[in-house]
């Protein structure tokens, strides 16, 4: 017995190894200081839009400190007596009334928190489209999986910041996502009914929300993403940028502006995407709360919409059929939790993604050059039929809207999102992968006959061909310069049985062909390949 029991020690501390030697190689122990003395940042419009967010988000702090000075975060009721004529007298929350006054007696109080309301939204675009750009080109690869997800979760508080700011007013509108909330959480089964009680101090809609939101909002959601922020842009420099393949790009160098460049231009996009923020602020109105009037729980805003990025889950609560079940004598609410369960494994699985591809690739190498979104179809079609769920989803949560407009039944919108949620991400998918596979056969072509240029020439048999002219030496290396992984070839059973580290590898492999075997990509033209058809030697 003594002797079966000893090799688990060594298995221990193999697995302490390997959690070391990750650890080391995503957080690593050189000086953050010399770091950024070194750094250098690639010339590419695609990384603005990581700067956007940032400076989007300064202009939030900055402008959400100036309205903490004159917002009273209180659900008890007093008389409105401002300078807004049709809501005097009427009586109101003190939420609502130091709203209203901000926007009507605070010098610049209307600006400021309408450019505040703008700067959330294009902070939570900027974030989501940043995450799709290092999705598509890979950038979440080692050693910047951690970095992936400190981007993941800013973009979660994000939008629980959004709407935690969105429901502070207490006007109708924002009462009326609430009542959706109070809906969603009751619907959470044994649970449900607890996290109600506790979020609103009771019974809906409560006396506490208003503070405990304010709290979440000003203190530990903005608390949370700084520090997210801040390791964010700490691996960023411990681990250099990523940049675009090309000429003189290795995986061990980095093209682009020195610091003290950067810094210079960093500072005028600063202050120009500021000006952008308040220029919208100020000739684009939002969210008027003194058009909904003040929240009355009996009473439901007509044609309410919430924010584009919490639009995917009314979309989806909004086409879900009333399916309630009875188990063990409790009501399910399925038609409210069904959507929050899949709304909750589309992010997650977004989240997730970027270690299930090291998984399948078994690929354990640094990787500093990103991908071309055609050279990974089946990644790029995934992503793409993720963003055809959130789209559908969108138009569901105006269903309503667009009922109207297009001169529709409410149903027949309805029903087309349900088709949409299960017909859209397959169809994206497909045109998705054979697009990507389309232009890999159009730069391997171009790379074997060159460039067409136009001219026809005709030949002394009478017949006619075009005039073909040779890749540069730098379009050469950026069409070919990428690689391509062998699928993982799976374990046979022992003896027949097939046990359940067989079982998984044989899922790894099965992964590994989907993402990378026949039908999923276009081989690369060979040297000889070239040679044979140019008669000249691949540079």
């Known amino acids: 017995m003594g002797n079966d029991s000893r090799p688990a020690e060594p298995v221990r501390e193999r697995t302490g ?94 600006l400021i928190r309408q450019a505040h309301h703008w700067a959330a939204l294009i902070f939570v675009a900027a974030v989501f489209t940043h995450m799709l750009r290092v999705f598509f080109t890979g950038a979440f690869r080692k050693p910047r999986e951690l970095n992936w997800v400190f981007g993941f979760l800013l973009l979660i508080l994000a939008m629980f910041g959004g709407l935690t700011g969105y429901d502070l007013p207490d006007d109708l509108l924002s009462g009326t996502g609430l009542q959706v909330v109070n809906g969603t959480l009751l619907s959470i089964p044994v649970v449900g009914t607890y996290l109600s009680f506790f979020l609103f101090g009771g019974e809906f809609p409560g006396d506490d929300l208003i503070a405990r939101f304010n709290t979440l909002h000003v203190l530990v959601i903005p608390g949370l993403m700084v520090a997210l922020i801040v390791g964010h842009l700490a691996l960023a420099v411990r681990h250099r940028h990523t940049q675009h393949p090309g000429p003189g790009r290795t995986r061990t160098n980095v093209v682009g502006l020195p610091l003290r460049v950067y810094a ?104 500093h050059l990103l991908d071309r979104p055609r050279n990974r179809p089946v990644r ?28 529709v039944s409410v149903n027949a919108v309805t029903w087309c999102v349900r088709i949409g949620l299960f017909a859209a991400p397959v ?14 056969r159009r730069d391997r072509d171009k790379v074997l006959h060159g460039r067409e240029t136009g001219i026809i020439k005709r030949l002394p048999n009478g017949g006619y061909v075009e005039v073909h002219e040779p890749l540069s030496p730098e379009r050469l290396h950026t069409l070919t310069e990428h690689e391509q992984y062998e699928p993982l ?3 046979p059973a022992r003896n027949g049985v097939a046990d359940t580290a067989g079982r998984l590898r044989r899922l790894r492999a099965g992964l590994s062909r989907g993402l990378y075997g026949p039908g999923s990509r276009i081989p690369e033209p060979t040297a000889d390949e070239y040679k044979e058809i140019t008669g000249r030697r691949q540079p």
């Open 264 to 367: 210079v231009r960093a500072v005028g996009f600063f202050f120009l995407v500021s000006a952008v923020i308040f220029l919208i602020a100020g000739i684009a109105q939002i969210n008027p709360v003194w058009n909904y009037g003040p929240f009355r729980p009996d009473q439901v805003s007509a044609g309410s919409q919430p924010d584009w990025y919490m639009g995917v889950a009314d979309g989806f609560l909004r086409v879900m059929p009333g399916w309630e079940i009875n188990f063990w004598g409790h009501t399910l609410a399925l038609d409210n939790f069904l959507p929050l369960l899949v709304g909750m494994l589309l992010f997650l699985a977004l989240g997730a993604y970027p270690f299930l591809e090291a998984w399948v690739t078994g690929d354990d190498r640094e990787h």
């Open 489 to 491: 070839e799976p374990v």
């Open 17 to 110: 190894e390997r959690l070391a030697q990750w650890a080391d190689g995503r957080l690593g122990h050189r000086r953050v200081v010399r770091s950024v003395r070194r750094l250098v940042f690639p010339d590419h419009w695609s990384f603005l839009l990581g700067e956007i967010a940032l400076y989007s988000f300064v202009i939030l702090l900055l402008t959400g400190t100036y309205l903490s000075f004159y917002f009273h975060p209180s659900s008890d009721p007093v008389v409105y007596q401002g300078n807004y004529t049709p809501m005097r007298g009427q009586l109101v929350s003190e939420a609502f009334d130091s709203t209203l006054h901000i926007s009507f007696d605070v010098r610049g109080g209307l």
């Open 427 to 440: 169809l994206v998918y497909t045109v998705t992968k054979r697009c990507a596979l389309g232009l890999q």
């Open 380 to 407: 790029t079609a995934l992503g793409a039929a993720w963003l055809s769920v959130y789209l559908v989803a969108l138009i569901g949560a105006a269903n309503d809207v667009v009922a109207i407009r297009l001169h």
